[in-house]
């Protein structure tokens, strides 16, 4: 069932499952990711919506005993990001993740935005410079911090610390960019200038985010997947879930009848 | 700069992982070496000292020909030490450590006596020789003797006991403390019948390592003065000494002494190399004790983390 | 409790004598407890009093100038000399050399434990490290005297049978497992999620260990090599037994010297009347040792405040 307007694909969940050891976290998931979109992820706390983010880079290989079953396409090379032969840092370098606190390293402003190109190997100053202003401004943060790029990070209130991470992914030019609620540690004014700002970065990068507020998926998403108890439960236009779900649990969380 | 191509990713990344194997090789060494030290110095100390493990160099005293000497005297001296630090270490440790985490109230004189305890620990113990010789030795006139000793090295304890103490009692949740508060026990009463009985094996793994490392020390011992040859045994309490008298319940804490780490100082500072022979023996007799002790200690640590449940 | 009137409930001043009493035993052991506690303090008034006041017995018939400038340590001698700059030698450089071997080993082997060995072998090796630490330092010093001397000489022929460098490295290995341990503890507080932001830019375990987790645990850090330092800088018998206790003013380590707490050793093991010059003398020294360990810890303490880390 095909339908006409679809977008290119940038990612696709096939027949996705996954475990903390014994315990079944994800069922069987199917979803495609579009390219140049944002895609909410929605559902009760639980339901599985973080651990399937974090999937997508593998975050679950620093623990073990996770396990991964089925395949997650990354596309237009149509590479198997879960599979054991691809080298999770490498699936790491193209999808950048922004982190429900805001982590800042223990470095300069300047650092922190020039740590993901230094990690590629990257130490000319003149790129680093160039690189790092232009992440900056692609966060919204570089006029609050062009004059102190020697200060700490930590120092920076919370709103800038959580922009400065999205400035430190955004520096690398990843290809998706995973959100995990990323405004649940933040103030109303700093919410709003994230979001803004998620609206903004969508011409540049596929976003994927996990969010634990309808009104907010709603306002930034193109898509949008409603999860429950670790099964994607309906995916569809963000217009469609929220004014006419299918499915009888959708709308029953959407209504707040539930979660 | 453009973007990075796969082949120019992927060699950045064998590189970084050829690092990580390179720094886990250098941390696995240095771990190595660690055990190794170990194991070197409990070899060496057992071969060379084995021809003096009879039961003779344990009950002979200390003399100038080292195939006759013993550590008779060492290790009499090195239990009554132990045993006068543990009875005045223990409690004042245990009191101390209830009074800071559960009587104390926020105010200076706490702060004063917590910033006290954290600057006690990083004081050398030579600095605690100096300090019973000034005032057990000579101001309170306890002369060289096992009480000085003792009670230097219970001083020298005291913040590990304290330390020990206070974290197993932060370890008891609230409920425990509000439970026995809401029947109307008193805060001594929770205290007696459930802080300090549910506290217990965390202060006795403290306690232990305490005295492990009390066992050991040797510089503030030195410096009140210790002899190191002695050739007879402290008073035993109502026993017959010279001149027919009979000696007092309390004596031998007055008694000259020598501890153990004294006589392998002793032995090892003797030019003539028969007498390595005994220090290798002695140490090694020390090691068991002060090793066996920190394995009760780390054992006793161990169970409680896997035992205790709130 | 024991309420013997018709109704069977005490009378409220029955009650309240009770109650009189049982606060008044509450405070007396409160105040029991307190004094407990405050023996810590009184043990520091006492080190710093005995030290001080013999200290200004010694300062009537030496100048301080003397003491901080002269060349010499010989106070025992009829010509007698007083310069602590020979004993302060002996201890920095045996200082030096432990702190070399103990702080790059102690940090390699708490990010090894920290960041890279699987769990099984971090409990494993927290015991050993701690079973070394508990080594009486005596039992090193008849180490270093006997087995690494000779080892060394065997390298190093020109080594003389008593030595700084010996019983540094010594010292280091004794001092490794305290810096290896607080490192580690201070790195492992570092919150998972800072780690998780290095790994999610594609950062390998060293990458994130170096470049995160060590500027994050910083302060931990630096605590533990001041810790280190202390050690070192009060260390006696290693010293004692195997750098010999002859003064010399050295910077090479490859020299016997005496340090200052092995001076303290040598007097006392000789038989100094209570009162005289050279007994007052171990106590100059020992309020110099005093001095330095804590100028390293307000040094210590200043850093962890500078860098206190704010997750």
Redesign the interface.
């Known amino acids: 069932m095909q339908i006409h307007d679809t977008p290119a694909l940038k990612a696709e969940a096939r027949n996705l499952n996954f475990y903390y050891s014994e315990k079944q976290a994800l069922k069987g998931i199917n979803m495609p990711i579009y390219d140049k979109k944002v895609t909410a992820l929605i559902g009760p706390s639980g339901c599985g919506k973080s651990t399937y983010l974090r999937s997508f880079n593998r975050m679950h290989d620093l623990y073990p005993g996770n396990r991964y079953e089925g395949e997650i396409r990354f596309f237009p090379d149509n590479t198997n990001l879960l599979s054991p032969d691809v080298d999770p840092i490498e699936v790491r370098m193209r999808i950048g993740m922004v982190f429900q606190k805001p982590n800042p390293f223990p470095k300069t402003i300047f650092e922190n935005v020039a740590y993901g190109l230094r990690v590629r190997g990257e130490n000319n100053k003149r790129t680093l410079d160039d690189k790092v202003e232009h992440a900056l401004k692609g966060a919204a943060i570089w006029d609050e911090v062009k004059d102190r790029l020697q200060d700490m990070a930590p120092n920076l209130s919370g709103g800038q610390q959580q922009r400065l991470c999205i400035a430190r992914a955004l520096a690398t030019d990843p290809e998706l960019l995973l959100f995990d609620e990323p405004t649940s540690a933040l103030d109303p004014i700093a919410t709003g200038a994230i979001e803004e700002l998620v609206h903004e970065l969508k011409k540049r990068v596929t976003i994927l985010i996990v969010t634990h507020n309808m009104q907010q998926a709603a306002r930034v998403s193109d898509y949008t997947a409603y999860m429950y108890l670790g099964e994607m439960i309906e995916f569809g236009k963000t217009d469609q879930i929220f004014i006419k779900p299918n499915d009888k649990r959708t709308e029953d969380y959407i209504t707040g009848r539930m979660g | 700069m453009k973007p990075l191509t796969t082949e120019q990713i992927r060699a950045v990344i064998a590189k970084g992982k050829f690092r990580d194997n390179l720094f886990k090789a250098v941390g696995v060494f240095c771990l190595a070496f660690a055990l190794l030290v170990i194991v070197a110095l409990i070899a060496d100390m057992l071969i060379k000292g084995s021809e003096r493990f009879t039961l003779d160099f344990f009950l002979n005293f200390a003399s100038r020909r080292a195939t006759q000497a013993g550590i008779l005297s060492a290790w009499v001296g090195s239990l009554l030490v132990m045993l006068v630090t543990a009875l005045a270490a223990v409690p004042l440790g245990v009191a101390a450590g209830l009074y800071l985490e559960e009587y104390a109230k926020r105010n200076w004189i706490t702060n004063i006596i917590e910033i006290n305890i954290t600057n006690l620990a990083a004081v050398p113990s030579i600095v605690y020789g100096l300090l019973a010789l000034g005032i057990f030795v000579y101001q309170f006139g306890f002369g060289q003797s096992i009480l000085s000793a003792g009670l230097t090295l219970a001083l020298l304890i005291l913040p590990i006991i304290i330390v020990a103490t206070r974290e197993a009692i932060r370890a008891i949740p609230a409920m425990i403390r509000e439970g026995s508060m809401a029947v109307g026990a008193t805060r001594w009463q929770t205290c007696r019948y459930h802080i300090v009985p549910y506290a217990m094996p965390g202060i006795l793994t403290g306690v232990i390592i305490g005295l492990a490392r009390a066992i050991g020390e040797t510089a503030p011992i030195i410096t009140i003065g210790a002899l190191t040859f002695i050739a007879f045994l402290p008073p035993v309490p109502f026993s017959e000494i010279d001149g027919g008298a009979t000696a007092g319940m309390f004596d031998w804490v007055m008694s000259p002494f020598t501890v153990m780490p004294i006589q392998i100082f002793n032995w090892t500072s003797r030019p003539d190399p028969a007498f390595e022979v005994n220090a290798a023996a002695a140490g090694f007799v020390l090691m068991a004790m002060v090793l066996s002790m920190n394995a009760v200690a780390i054992y006793l640590r161990y169970k409680m983390r896997k035992n205790i449940k709130w | 409790m024991s309420a013997n009137n018709a109704s069977d409930l005490p009378t409220v001043s029955n009650r309240l004598a009770f109650n009189a009493m ?1 606060n008044w ?2 405070r007396l ?2 105040a ?10 009184l ?2 008034l ?2 710093v ?3 001080v ?2 200290s200004y017995s010694f300062f009537q018939n030496v100048s301080i100038i003397d003491f901080l400038t002269d060349t010499q340590w010989t106070p025992l001698f009829d010509d007698a000399h007083f310069g602590i700059m020979v004993l302060i030698s002996g201890t920095l450089v045996s200082s030096g050399v432990a702190l070399l071997l103990a702080i790059p ?1 102690g940090t ?2 708490a ?3 920290s960041e ?3 769990p099984k072998v971090r409990e494993m ?1 927290k ?6 630490g ?6 090193f ?3 270093a ?3 690494v001397t000779p080892i060394l000489q065997f390298f190093l022929p020109s080594l003389p049978g008593f030595s700084l460098l010996s019983a540094g490295i010594v010292m280091g ?1 004794m001092i ?2 305290y810096i290896a341990s607080l490192s580690e503890d201070a790195m492992r507080a570092v ?1 998972m ?15 994130t260990a170096i ?2 987790v060590v ?2 645990a ?1 302060s931990g850090l630096a605590a533990s090599y001041i ?1 280190g330092i ?1 050690r070192a ?5 290693i010293l ?2 195997a750098a010999g206790m002859q003064p010399n003013l050295t910077w090479n380590p490859m020299e016997p010297a005496a340090t200052i ?1 092995s001076f ?2 040598q007097v ?2 000789g038989d100094l009347p ?1 009162g005289s010059i050279g007994y007052q003398t ?2 100059a020294a ?1 309020l110099t ?2 001095m330095i ?1 804590l100028v390293f ?1 307000i040094l210590g303490q200043w850093l962890r405040a500078k860098y206190r ?3």
């Open positions: 049982r035993k509450e052991i409160e029991i407890l307190l004094g407990a506690a405050t023996i810590s303090v043990t520091t006492g080190i009093y005995v030290l006041s013999e080993m390699i082997i990010i090894y434990l890279f060995a699987n090796a015991p050993i490290l701690e079973l070394l508990g080594i009486p330092t005596i039992v010093g008849y180490f005297l006997l087995v290995i490794v497992p919150p999620s800072m780690r998780e932001g290095a790994y999610a830019m594609g950062s390998t375990k060293l990458y470049h995160v500027p994050a910083i810790l202390s800088v009060g260390e006696t018998m004692a037994v707490t303290i050793v006392a093991l209570h171990i106590f020992g040792l005093l360990t810890n880390e704010n997750y």
